[in-house]
């Protein structure tokens, strides 16, 4: 993965973060699905029916979250494993759940000091659009949206201090 320049784990400012939450993306979907991302040119709100998390916790407690549609999930299993669109509907949510972690070790690999200060927990997927979520953050989640095959996806960090 690409080097960057490294932020201290402890700055109260995260929203410097955003662009190393962009390029940890970016690189996980480059490597694990051959493909690019893109940048929406207009606001992006999706119907999202697909959401994964992984809890951090050490010297930074928080969650990532991925949210995307179902097909969309669907179509990166496709694509991490090889197969049609159709067989990779089984292992959509497996799929799902193994992005965000990788998103989420890449990322904090990438903060100085927190790669070895922060685990990472065991994904969860939750399927369905009529759920909130609850976090103990301190402060407005940090966002990234950006388009999968023209279909929109948000990764989003809640940290608690």
């Given at each position: ?68 549609e179902?097909k969309?999930?669907t179509l990166?299993?496709?694509?991490m ?62 966002e ?5 095959e ?9 940290i608690?201090?």
């Amino acid at each position: 993965m690409k080097s960057v320049n490294e932020l201290p784990a402890d700055n109260r400012s995260h929203e410097e973060w955003v662009p190393i939450m962009e390029l940890a993306t970016r690189e996980v979907f480059e490597m694990m699905l051959g493909c690019q991302l893109a940048a929406p040119e207009i606001a992006v709100d999706g119907t999202f029916d697909a959401t994964s998390m992984v809890g951090l916790a050490g010297k930074m407690c928080g969650v990532l979250s991925f949210s995307c549609e179902g097909k969309s999930a669907t179509l990166m299993a496709s694509k991490m494993l090889g197969v049609e669109a159709a067989e990779g509907s089984r292992e959509a949510l497996d799929a799902l759940g193994e992005i965000c972690n990788m998103v989420a070790g890449n990322f904090k690999n990438k903060v100085a000091g927190l790669g070895e200060g922060c685990m990472l927990s065991v994904p969860t997927v939750i399927t369905g659009k009529n759920f909130s979520l609850h976090s103990m953050a301190d402060s407005a989640a940090l966002e990234v949206r950006l388009l999968f095959e023209g279909m929109p996806i948000v990764i989003s960090l809640a940290i608690h201090s």
